[in-house]
């Protein structure tokens, strides 16, 4: 399956699958599922002021 082609309940599925964890978290439509996500994987998102403001994720870690 294409990445690009991830959507709706499939890419809830998928993120699930990866991370080990039963496919009941909504990671893609709710805050704390993605925050979790975010903070278990040590993410930062934020806006890049030298990139003109595009939002950018890096690991940190």
């Known amino acids: 399956m294409k990445t690009a082609q991830l959507v709706g309940e499939a890419l809830e599925l998928w993120v699930a699958k990866a991370?080990?964890?039963?496919?009941?978290?909504?990671?893609?439509?709710?805050?704390?599922?993605?925050?979790?996500?975010?903070?278990?994987?040590?993410?930062?998102?934020?806006?890049?002021v030298g990139k003109n403001y595009q939002w950018c994720a890096i690991v940190v870690g």
């Open 19 to 48: 991370l080990g964890e039963e496919p009941d978290t909504a990671y893609t439509t709710a805050w704390p599922g993605f925050a979790r996500l975010l903070e278990r994987e040590a993410i930062h998102v934020a806006p890049m």
